[in-house]
């Protein structure tokens, strides 16, 4: 809880916010990173072994390998969340499968099937983006000023 | 030996958000989301593309490289078109990604149901 909150609470509050504070378990951040990193790896590891399938097999070069890969990933990631493998791996290893894109397709693909019964159109189309919407929206945004910015420096001004 | 850097690069970039989550307490999507306005900046000094050379999909996969891609299609589309293209242009090549968890995504909620 931030500071400016706090001052508003009343002492009995502040209080309770301190007990609060004191019985929350200490988060184990080492053997979190542990398992973030090794399933992380894993699924990055996973990706390159997609990626060198489709060149080897599909002649895709190593750049346009990128994409069929990713939507390899991505179907995956789907599949195992409406199964329901893929959340209990994620209790585990937390950033480790939220962090690659196969977190985002879960996190779509969750909420596409947890919101079906209000409906197709008003449930699944509209809650689709509800929690992997921000990691467009602020993705584009700073991508659109990113990309404007380059231009005009390279294009306007003549570069560096 | 790209396996390996694959491994090591995706394993400490997922280190990195496990981190912000753990210690600066920050939920999973300010996380992600920070990941990737971080992939978008790194692009945009041409940081990102060396790297990607270096891990390949430890470096594409985490979702890093969707600001990186974004900001990638723009200025690609920008240099054809002129600045009209960073609108244009922003979706070109992430298009696979969303595309594929928006199909994927919803054939998942007419298949399976909700165990909540």
């Not at chain 1, 990113?146 to 306007?156: D, F, G, P, Q, R």
């Amino acid at each position: 809880m931030s500071d400016k909150k706090k001052k508003k609470l009343t002492p009995i509050q502040q209080q309770y916010q301190d007990f609060v504070q004191k019985r929350e378990p200490k988060r184990p951040v080492i053997k979190n990173c542990i398992y973030a990193f090794l399933v992380g790896g894993t699924i990055c590891l996973i990706g390159q072994a997609i990626s060198a399938f489709y060149i080897h097999f599909f002649h895709f070069d190593e750049k346009s390998a990128g994409d069929p890969t990713v939507a390899t990933l991505v179907f995956i990631s789907v599949l195992m969340t409406g199964l329901g493998v893929y959340d209990h791996i994620a209790q585990k290893a937390g950033a480790g499968t939220i962090i690659p894109v196969t977190g985002f397709a879960n996190a779509m693909a969750s909420a596409a099937i947890e919101h079906r019964c209000e409906g197709y159109v008003l449930g699944v189309g509209g809650n689709m983006f509800k929690l992997a919407g921000s990691v467009i929206v602020f993705g584009v945004f700073s991508a659109f000023v990113i990309a404007l910015v380059k231009v005009i420096v390279t294009k306007y001004l003549g570069g560096f | 030996m790209i396996f390996f850097w694959a491994f090591v690069v995706g394993g400490m970039i997922c280190v990195i958000g496990q981190i912000m989550m753990d210690v600066f307490k920050l939920t999973p999507a300010h996380t992600t989301s920070t990941l990737v306005v971080i992939g978008a900046i790194l692009d945009g000094f041409g940081l990102y593309e060396p790297l990607i050379k270096f891990a390949g999909a430890g470096a594409t996969v985490p979702i890093t490289s969707f600001g990186n891609a974004l900001v990638h299609g723009a200025m690609a589309e920008a240099n054809k078109m002129g600045i009209i293209g960073v609108i244009t242009g922003i979706f070109e090549v992430t298009s696979a990604g969303i595309s594929a968890a928006i199909v994927f995504g919803f054939l998942a909620s007419l298949i399976f149901k909700s165990k909540g």
